[in-house]
């Protein structure tokens, strides 16, 4: 595990994920390191007899991800995602993969 200093670069609200079958928000981290790329979201699209969802675990999962957009705003003292673009963050890596990351409140 290593921990290292970056920014938000990018953030993005729209589909995504997993072959763009999701709808959530993305985010951009950069650092001297590199780039890497968070995506935050679930299954969109009508549930059907083939999906293996619900509209509840659909209408849970998005409500999850909208009060952890909700709490980085206020973390950021922000009110939109674009105002994101920059703020500093901590990334954890395990190896190379992207692990955890928060925002540098300290330093805000």
Request: include cysteine; aromatic fraction near 14%; charged fraction near 30%.
């Amino acid at each position: 595990m290593r921990k290292e200093l970056g920014k938000i670069l990018d953030v993005k609200f729209g589909c995504g994920g997993y072959g763009d079958g999701m709808i959530g928000i993305e985010f951009t981290l950069s650092g001297s390191w590199g780039e890497v790329c968070d995506f935050w979201g679930y299954w969109s699209g009508e549930v059907t007899e083939y999906t293996k969802w619900t509209d509840e675990e659909r209408k849970l999962y998005l409500g999850e991800v909208l009060m952890k957009i909700q709490k980085i705003l206020d973390q950021c003292d922000v009110f939109y995602i674009n105002d994101l673009k920059n703020k500093p963050v901590e990334i954890t890596f395990d190896g190379n993969c992207l692990k955890e990351w928060r925002i540098l409140t300290e330093v805000i």
